[in-house]
Every structure is written in C-alpha cells, then in structure tokens.
C-alpha cells in the first residue's frame, strides 16, 4: 500500500468522524423535547376529575312522577307554595295537596296509606302512629314553621280588641251567647262562631288551650248556632259577613285578609313575630308535614320535594304568612332527612 493511499484512508477516517460528531446534537433533540414535555404530561394526568354535586340527584328537574299530600288547612298555604316553586324550578310531575284537616291528613297517610305526605298544625298522636306503624309506615316528622293562631272579627266591629283564654272559652262553649255578658258596654247582640271542624288540628289545638275547664271539644260542638268548616276560607267569609261573629284559624288566613279582618289580643298580647319569638303570645304552636324513609327512598321526588320545601322555607314562610321554626327544630328536621336518604 502506497504513502499515498494510506495518507487518502486517514482523512476520510479523521472527516468521517468529524461529521458524525456534528451531526449528533441534531439527531439528540427530539429526546430534548420529549423530556420538556413530560411534566405537563404528567400534570395533566394527575388533575383531580371535576367534583360531582351529591344533591343533584335531588334538584327538582332531576326527578319526576306523582306527589300526593294531604291534611291540614293551616299548612295548605305552605305546601301548595312549595308545590308551586317545585314545579316552577322544572319538576314535571304532578303535586296534589288537599285540605282536608290534620285528623283526615292522618287518617289517609297512617290507615288508608294513599298518600305520601301529610299535612299537620298538631303533632302526630299515639294512636295515630300505631296505625301508620300497622300498615309498615314509621312516620318521620319535620318541622317546618309557627303559626299564630288568631282569633279574628270583622273589620266592621268597632268595640273589641281583644280577650282573655278564659273568655274564649266562655263564648265557645256556650256559656257566653251575647257581646254584652262579655262586658256591659258592648252591644247586646248574639255572638256568631265559626270554627274549624273536629277533623282539624286548629279545633283540636284551640279546645286544647282555651276549653279545657269549658266542657272541651264537645261543648264547642254541641253550641248553638256555631258554624263549622275545614275550608278556612269559608269561615273567613262567615266572620267578614256580621261584625257580631267571631272565629279563629291559621295566622296566614288573618293576613291574607288583614283588609276586612281584625285580630284580636289574646291576654293584652297581639299575634307578632316578636311575641312569637319571645313566647308571649298564648296561641302560638308548631306545624309540621310527616313522611317516612321507605316513601323517600322508594319515591325519589318525595324525598326531592322535602328537602325542596325545607330549604326554601327561610324565604317563603313569613311571606306565606307564618312564623320561621326555632333553629334547632329546623336543624332537627334537615338531620331527619338526611337520615332517612341514608346521607
């Protein structure tokens, strides 16, 4: 092998190696480039998934079929508000709310078991609970407010601004018929009565404070010329209609008609939100509305429609005309929910 030849081999070599020297950065940097991309990558991989609101299950546009409710005249004005937004904010079923009274709202829910909430200005009695529990019902209670209880007369009566528990029983029962043996100045005209029926909870409730040493609820029954409804409406019509009548019901029916009513103080205190609150006022008491868990948890839309009504209350029940429940009984009834959907 020549000088010459040998001499040709070893720059080619030398140039060989050279280029290859230069070119090894270029064919390094899509290996540059994958490592830059690999922390977003993996940031992208570890992003938490989008949280998911357990109460959506719940929203009135996420369930559907019947609601049927029934019983107190008292809280009809509730639950039919109630009925009314829940269909407004997109549930397409259908809600019927009867007013029956608390006794009838008990009667379908605990023994005819047709309905899948009642109604009730009374707590639920012994023996009503045994017949719910006859049939399979636990009844759970919530309560959802405070009602007033008011005495009213008419806008016309010019003479009477209030009275006694005591009286009340009196002109009940019968053993006051005229205005003047209530006090010698009023008018010498026979006192009309309007009352709910023995079916509701205002009867029971009002014969229960105010008749007790007066022959109770069948005295009241028995009066003479005494006017009976479970239509509050219809005993508002009757009170409006002489200013010698007087009747009593729910505080949301005084409001409602607070134009051609008047009510009266109850021993000098008049039915308030302050006296409520500070528990002066000698007529006031809880409402409720009564399910059980199976219905909640076998009727997705009851269960909707509860935690629909007792989240919305704060903002509808003065406006309804009633009184909010104290704190710890709201708080009671959202854990009653809450339990009996298992959250």
């Given at each position: 092998?020549?000088?010459?030849?040998?001499?040709?081999?070893?720059?080619?070599?030398?140039?060989?190696?050279?280029?290859?020297?230069?070119?090894?950065?270029?064919?390094?940097?899509?290996?540059?480039?994958?490592?830059?991309?690999?922390?977003?990558?993996?940031?992208?991989?570890?992003?938490?998934?989008?949280?998911?609101?357990?109460m959506a299950m719940y929203a009135p546009d996420a369930v559907t079929g019947d609601i049927i409710t029934a019983g107190s005249s008292?809280?009809?004005?509730?639950?039919?508000?109630?009925?009314?937004?829940?269909?407004?904010?997109?549930?397409?079923?259908?809600?019927?709310?009867?007013?029956?009274?608390?006794?009838?709202?008990?009667?379908?829910?605990?023994?005819?078991?047709?309905?899948?909430?009642?109604?009730?200005?009374?707590?639920?009695?012994?023996?009503?609970?045994?017949?719910?529990?006859?049939?399979?019902?636990?009844?759970?209670?919530?309560?959802?407010?405070?009602?007033?209880?008011?005495?009213?007369?008419?806008?016309?009566?010019?003479?009477?601004?209030?009275?006694?528990?005591?009286?009340?029983?009196?002109?009940?029962?019968?053993?006051?018929?005229?205005?003047?043996?209530?006090?010698?100045?009023?008018?010498?005209?026979?006192?009309?009565?309007?009352?709910?029926?023995?079916?509701?909870?205002?009867?029971?409730?009002?014969?229960?404070?105010?008749?007790?040493?007066?022959?109770?609820?069948?005295?009241?029954?028995?009066?003479?010329?005494?006017?009976?409804?479970?239509?509050?409406?219809?005993?508002?019509?009757?009170?409006?209609?002489?200013?010698?009548?007087?009747?009593?019901?729910?505080?949301?029916?005084?409001?409602?008609?607070?134009s051609t009513l008047k009510a009266l103080a109850i021993e000098g205190v008049e039915p308030t939100q302050d006296a409520v609150d500070?528990?002066?006022?000698?007529?006031a008491r809880p409402l409720f509305i009564y399910s059980t868990a199976e219905i909640m948890q076998e009727k997705p839309q009851v269960?909707?429609?509860?935690?629909?009504?007792?989240?919305?209350?704060?903002?509808?029940?003065?406006?309804?005309?009633?009184?909010?429940?104290?704190?710890?009984?709201?708080?009671?009834?959202?854990?009653?929910?809450?339990?009996?959907?298992?959250?």
């Amino acid at each position: 092998m020549s000088k010459t030849f040998r001499t040709f081999m070893f720059l080619l070599v030398a140039l060989s190696l050279v280029l290859a020297a230069c070119g090894a950065p270029a064919e390094e940097a899509p290996a540059a480039e994958a490592a830059t991309e690999a922390p977003a990558a993996e940031a992208a991989a570890t992003e938490a998934p989008a949280e998911v609101d357990p109460m959506a299950m719940y929203a009135p546009d996420a369930v559907t079929g019947d609601i049927i409710t029934a019983g107190s005249s008292t809280v009809f004005p509730v639950t039919e508000r109630m009925a009314e937004l829940f269909q407004q904010e997109g549930f397409t079923g259908n809600v019927t709310v009867d007013s029956i009274g608390s006794g009838g709202g008990y009667e379908r829910f605990c023994v005819a078991g047709e309905t899948d909430i009642a109604n009730a200005s009374r707590g639920i009695k012994d023996e009503e609970v045994a017949a719910c529990q006859s049939i399979g019902r636990e009844p759970i209670e919530f309560r959802v407010g405070t009602d007033a209880l008011s005495v009213v007369v008419s806008s016309e009566n010019d003479f009477l601004t209030g009275l006694t528990v005591e009286q009340l029983g009196q002109i009940f029962s019968g053993e006051i018929t005229t205005w003047d043996q209530v006090d010698a100045s009023y008018p010498a005209e026979t006192i009309q009565v309007y009352s709910p029926g023995a079916d509701s909870g205002t009867f029971d409730y009002f014969v229960e404070e105010t008749m007790e040493d007066f022959g109770g609820a069948e005295a009241l029954l028995a009066r003479e010329g005494a006017q009976f409804s479970e239509d509050h409406n219809v005993l508002v019509q009757g009170v409006v209609g002489s200013p010698y009548a007087i009747g009593y019901f729910g505080y949301a029916y005084y409001v409602e008609n607070a134009s051609t009513l008047k009510a009266l103080a109850i021993e000098g205190v008049e039915p308030t939100q302050d006296a409520v609150d500070a528990g002066t006022y000698p007529l006031a008491r809880p409402l409720f509305i009564y399910s059980t868990a199976e219905i909640m948890q076998e009727k997705p839309q009851v269960a909707a429609f509860i935690y629909f009504y007792l989240t919305n209350l704060e903002d509808n029940i003065v406006d309804v005309g009633y009184f909010p429940a104290p704190a710890a009984d709201f708080e009671a009834a959202m854990s009653a929910w809450e339990t009996a959907v298992g959250k």
